[in-house]
C-alpha cells in the first residue's frame, strides 16, 4: 500500500496548533509552579511537622503515585460535581496536574531534605538564624539543589502526561491534535508534527531548567 | 583485553535493527479474499464503547450488534473473527494502516470517510439527535449556542453538530460516547449529541424526566469499511449483506440488540 504525507491540512490549522501549545504551556508551567509549593509545604510536613501531618501527607502521596493520572482526572472532573464541585475541563485539568505532581515532587524533595546534614541545620541556629529562615536558607536551598535533576526531569514528565487532559476535553495540544485528525484524517501527519512540538518543548523547559540552575544553585560548596 | 566492536560495527547493528523495527511494523494485512482464507482469520475493528452495537461483555470480550455480524461475516468467509477493539477516532487510522482487515464499527456512510475508505452496502442504521437536560431549551440549532454541548470527537454526532451549531457554540469534545454521556450525567454539560441507541442506554439509568430528546441532527446507515482497492473482498462483502437481509437474520439480529426493526437502509449518494 502506497501512502502519501499530507501535511497541507495540519499546518493549515495553526491557529488552532498554537492555542493548544499555549494552553499546554500554560497548564504546564503553572502546575510546576502550585505543584512545587504543594510538594515542599508537604515534605516539610513529612520531616519535621506534627506526625498526624506526616500521616495525612503519606496517605496523599500513596494514593497518587498508586492511581492511574487519568483515573485521577476523571475523579476530579465527573466524580466532584456529585459533591457540589463543578470544575471547567481547564481548571479541572490544571488540578489534577498539581496534584498529581505535588505528590511525586513531594517525595523527591523529602529525599533532598533528609541529605541535608543534622550539624548544617545547627549551624543556621547557632549563628542566630530563625526557624523559618534556617528552612528558607540553609534546608530547603540546598535542597532543591541536591534533586535539581529528578526534580526537573519529573516536571518534564509533567509537561508530557498533560496531553492527557484530552480526555476531559480541555483542549491542549493533544487534544487539538485530535480534532484536526479527525476533520482531515491525517493522523500520521498530524502526530509526526505535535511530536516534534512536544519534543521542542521538553527541550526548551530543560533549557529553562538549567539557566535557572545557573542562576540560583550556582554557588560553591564546600566537599 | 576485551574488544569493543568498533563504531561501524555499531552503527551498522543500529541501522540492521531499525530495519529490523521498520520491516516488523508493517501489519500483516489482506487485501483479497484468498489472502483472507489463507490465514484463517479476519482481523475486525469493533467499536465496544457504543452500546448496543458494540460492547463489552461480562466476560470482558467485544459483544454486541457489531460483533454478531462481525463473526457472521467472517463465519461466511469461512474463517474466524479477531475482533479488535478500535474507538471512534482511531477506527480509520487503524483500517489504512493495516492492523485491521475491515472496520464492522458502526462507521456511518459520509462523504468525507468515502474518500478514505470503501463502503459496502449498508448494514444497520440510527438517528443522531441533541439529548439533554429537561431544562435546556433546545428548538433550534441557534439555541445550542446558550448551552455547554458535549460530543464525542470524530463522531458523526461530532460532525452533525459542528455543521449546525452556530459560530461560538461551547462545544466539548471527548474522547468516546461513554465519557461525553458521563459529562451529561455529572451536569459538565447541558446538552449531548448523540445516537438514538446511546439515547436509550442512557434513559436505562438516568433519574426518569430528567433528560429528553431536544433536535434531530440527522439519519444516518453503517457501512462496513473496507480499504480503497479490496474489490474482490468487497463483493464478498455486499453478497453477505444481501444475503443477511434478504434471509431476515439481520433484522433478527438488530432487533435480538435494540428491540426494534431495522430502519430503511438506503446507501446514500457519495
Known amino acids: 500500500m502506497s501512502f502519501t504525507l499530507r501535511f497541507g491540512p495540519v499546518f493549515e490549522a495553526w491557529r488552532e496548533l498554537a492555542a493548544g501549545v499555549w494552553l499546554t504551556l500554560q497548564l504546564s508551567a503553572s502546575a510546576m509552579l502550585i505543584g512545587l509549593l504543594v510538594a515542599v509545604v508537604c515534605a516539610w510536613a513529612k520531616v519535621f511537622g506534627p506526625r498526624w501531618s506526616g500521616w495525612i501527607v503519606n496517605v496523599y502521596v500513596e494514593v497518587i503515585r498508586n492511581t492511574p493520572f487519568l483515573v485521577q482526572i476523571f475523579f476530579i472532573f465527573f466524580g466532584l460535581p456529585a459533591a457540589g464541585i463543578r470544575l471547567s475541563p481547564d481548571v479541572a485539568a490544571l488540578a489534577a496536574l498539581v496534584v498529581n505532581v505535588g505528590a511525586y515532587a513531594t517525595e523527591i524533595i523529602r529525599a533532598g531534605i533528609q541529605s541535608i546534614h543534622t550539624g548544617q541545620i545547627e549551624a543556621g541556629l547557632a549563628l542566630g538564624l530563625r526557624p523559618v529562615q534556617v528552612f528558607r536558607l540553609v534546608i530547603i536551598k540546598p535542597a532543591l539543589r541536591a534533586v535539581y535533576p529528578a526534580l526537573t526531569s519529573q516536571f518534564i514528565l509533567l509537561m508530557l502526561s498533560s496531553s492527557v487532559v484530552s480526555a476531559i476535553s480541555a483542549d491542549d495540544l493533544t487534544s487539538v491534535a485530535n480534532n484536526i485528525q479527525s476533520r482531515t484524517f491525517t493522523s500520521f501527519e498530524v502526530y509526526i508534527v505535535v511530536t516534534l512540538i512536544y519534543l521542542v518543548l521538553s527541550l526548551a523547559f530543560a533549557g529553562a531548567f538549567r539557566a535557572i540552575d545557573r542562576r540560583v544553585f550556582s554557588y560553591p560548596v564546600a566537599r | ?270
Open chain 2, 1 to 270: 583485553m576485551t574488544r569493543f566492536p568498533s563504531r561501524r560495527a555499531l552503527a551498522g547493528l543500529a541501522l540492521s535493527a531499525a530495519l529490523a523495527v521498520g520491516l516488523s511494523a508493517r501489519p500483516a494485512a489482506a487485501q483479497t479474499v484468498d489472502e483472507i482464507k489463507k490465514k484463517g482469520v479476519l482481523n475486525v475493528g469493533m467499536l465496544v464503547d457504543f452500546p448496543p452495537f458494540g460492547i463489552t461483555s461480562l466476560d470482558g470480550k467485544p459483544d454486541g450488534f457489531d460483533a454478531d455480524i462481525a463473526k457472521e461475516l467472517a463465519k461466511s468467509l469461512g474463517v474466524r473473527a479477531n475482533i479488535v477493539p478500535v474507538t471512534g477516532p482511531n477506527r480509520i487510522p487503524y483500517l489504512l494502516t493495516g492492523q485491521v482487515d475491515v472496520l464492522v464499527a458502526s462507521l456511518a456512510v459520509t462523504p468525507e470517510r468515502a474518500k478514505q475508505v470503501a463502503f459496502s452496502d449498508p448494514y444497520a442504521g440510527i438517528r443522531i439527535v441533541v439529548y439533554g437536560k429537561v431544562g435546556a431549551a433546545v428548538k433550534e440549532p441557534a439555541d445550542l449556542k446558550k448551552f455547554a454541548v458535549g460530543v464525542a470527537r470524530a463522531s458523526t454526532q461530532d460532525v452533525s453538530l459542528s455543521a449546525i451549531a452556530p459560530e461560538g457554540t461551547n462545544i466539548r469534545r471527548f474522547d468516546d460516547d461513554a465519557s461525553a454521556v458521563q459529562a451529561l450525567l455529572s451536569g459538565q454539560v447541558d446538552v449531548i449529541g448523540a445516537a438514538t441507541p446511546v439515547v436509550g442506554e442512557i434513559e436505562k439509568i438516568a433519574p426518569k424526566g430528567a433528560f429528553d430528546t431536544k433536535i434531530t441532527l440527522r439519519e444516518q446507515v453503517h457501512g462496513i469499511a473496507l480499504r480503497p482497492g479490496q474489490d474482490d473482498l468487497m463483493k464478498a462483502v455486499n453478497a453477505f449483506v444481501a444475503q443477511q437481509a434478504a434471509s431476515g437474520a439481520l433484522n433478527t439480529t438488530f432487533r435480538k440488540w435494540l428491540n426494534t426493526d431495522l430502519p430503511e437502509l438506503k446507501k446514500p449518494a457519495i
